[in-house]
């Protein structure tokens, strides 16, 4: 499978990415790729049982068997785990309910009537900018920001008149190597906070408590050296290159996938979507009053058992409920007002048909919740994690090289372990004690993982929302394939991390504080 590679490239740069896309479309489509990465996984992990292969998660004593799928308990765990395995899978409810309500304000009318009236003024030069403040403002939706803002942003570019995919792209590249970082307190700080306090409680000396705040000024200021890098890259680099591959700008006729939304070319607001949109907005704020107030009504069901948010409460697992009711309920009121949903049996056959262009990903999602889970059971991603931190804390490194020789190590494992909670919990129970002995603030051991736990994650066909893009592309280009994604996005991973590490060694270097009291130096 290929997508149109230009013929005759115009640049170095074209002819680089030219041939990372002719190589990385020889990966075959998706299904096959992890149908043939699961039978690969369960022989080496038969192996590697049968060689006897333990695993020892850093902070615990007891030593674990890496466990063989063609062993008798592999086929016993594989036959009566198959249901449990795909629907577990942790994209899948998301990705379903999050679309759910986007198919209903698509087909609403809701979302092209908030477009024409967002940017029907607004200069088409800064809507890469725009783009990716609004995806780093949007990272606080969690994963949901991967679903939600790219098709929209496909739709904002095609009316301001510029290139669809270049939108697209350039949004799900801030929403997913920039996945870290916000220019608000997200659920992910809370998440890992919390994974680094625990680990420091074992310490002599465990230097300045970590909070959900210990990584945000420096948080704040990589939002914005990204969002600037972001909207460059689109403008500079990943439209003009569209434009040379004569990628086009509409949704092909016949074209099957995700993500279809409305080509809006006419920006002119009717009468009846002005009224739509003021009773949207009603139906907003009333949505957001009740989320309010069962989240800070002392006793409130968004508060966990002492009372709080932190570290963990129902208020940071309700994300996939809220990003659906501030989709839903609005999208109901608009359509009830202009006529789109005039009928109650409209609402479901709006559901129905997101749900069938979500079809081929549940297909996949089979497939990649059964290879997630041997990855899991079999403990050969463990294995990887403790072997790699081991192999870094052999070549005894210290100083500032070693903080580099670990963000390599995190996004070299984030090509093969996505879940950042699941890669963090074993790295920082090695890292955290290792980096405190030479001095570094566990809060700072902290903020270097996330630039190699996000720059990459965009590369790697193990990420499910990689795979949910294509898919999307595909309206545009049926032909595309994953090479195509990996060469328009590897310029976004290189430029994001060397950014990011630019930005870790200027806080290093000017010994500025990373979050409130948090310096780089216990």
């Known amino acids: 499978m290929s997508s149109s590679v230009e013929t005759a490239p115009t640049t170095r740069t074209d002819r ?267 139906a907003a704020l009333l949505t957001v009053a009740v989320l309010v107030a069962l989240t800070v009504v002392p006793g409130s069901p968004m508060r966990n058992e002492s009372g709080g948010y932190l570290p963990e409460s129902p208020l940071l697992d309700s994300v996939a409920f809220i990003v659906f009711a501030l989709l839903a309920v609005p999208a109901l009121a608009f359509g009830r007002s202009t006529g789109t949903l005039r009928h109650l049996v409209d609402v479901p056959k709006a559901m129905g048909e997101a749900v069938r262009d979500m079809a081929p990903f549940i297909v996949l999602a089979f497939v990649l919740g059964q290879f997630v889970a041997l990855f899991t059971w079999s403990r050969v991603g463990s294995w990887m994690a403790v072997s790699g931190a081991g192999g870094l804390d052999a070549l005894d490194l210290d100083g500032f090289e070693a903080i580099i020789a670990f963000i390599v190590l995190a996004s070299l494992l984030n090509l093969f372990i996505t879940s950042g909670s699941s890669m963090w919990t074993i790295m920082g129970a090695v890292f955290v004690p290792m980096f405190a002995l030479l001095g570094y603030e566990p809060a700072f051991t902290q903020a270097a993982f996330r630039v190699g736990d996000s720059a990459t994650q965009i590369l790697t066909p193990l990420n499910p929302y990689l795979v949910l893009v294509l898919a999307m592309v595909r309206r545009y280009e049926p032909q595309a394939g994953l090479g195509t994604l990996i060469a328009r996005f590897l310029p976004f991973t290189i430029c994001f991390w060397i950014a990011w590490v630019l930005m870790l060694s200027l806080w290093f270097l000017l010994d500025l504080p990373f979050g409130p009291g948090q310096f780089a130096r216990m």
């Open 16 to 282: 680089l990415l030219g041939g990372v896309e002719r190589i990385g479309n020889k990966i075959p489509d998706p299904f096959v790729l992890f149908v043939g990465l699961f039978l690969v996984l369960s022989i080496v992990s038969t192996v590697m049982a049968a060689l006897g292969t333990t695993v020892r998660i850093p902070g615990s004593e007891e030593v674990q068997d890496v466990r063989g799928l063609f062993t008798v308990e592999g086929i016993r765990w594989l036959t009566t785990n198959l249901v449990d395995n795909f629907v577990s899978f942790p994209p899948l409810g998301t990705v379903v309910v999050i679309l759910l309500a986007v198919g209903l304000a698509q087909r609403s009318g809701l979302m092209s009537a908030l477009i024409k009236v967002a940017f029907a003024g607004a200069p088409t030069w800064a809507l890469p900018y725009a783009v990716a403040a609004v995806c780093m403002v949007g990272h606080v939706m969690a994963d949901s920001v991967m679903i939600v803002i790219p098709p929209l942003a496909a739709m904002v570019f095609k009316a301001a008149g510029r290139h669809p995919v270049a939108g697209l792209l350039g949004a799900f590249a801030a929403a997913g190597a920039a996945y870290s970082t916000s220019f608000v307190v997200t659920s992910l700080d809370a998440l890992f906070s919390g994974i680094t306090q625990s680990v420091t409680a074992s310490l002599p000396d465990a230097g300045t408590p970590v909070t959900p705040v210990s990584n945000w000024f420096y948080n704040i200021a990589c939002s914005v050296v990204l969002t600037v890098v972001c909207g460059l890259l689109i403008t500079k680099v990943l439209e003009p290159r569209l434009t040379r591959q004569g990628v086009p700008t509409t949704q092909q006729e016949g074209s099957e996938g995700i993500g279809t939304v409305e080509d809006v070319s006419d920006l002119s607001v009717s009468r009846d979507d002005r009224r739509g949109l003021r009773r949207a907005g009603v």
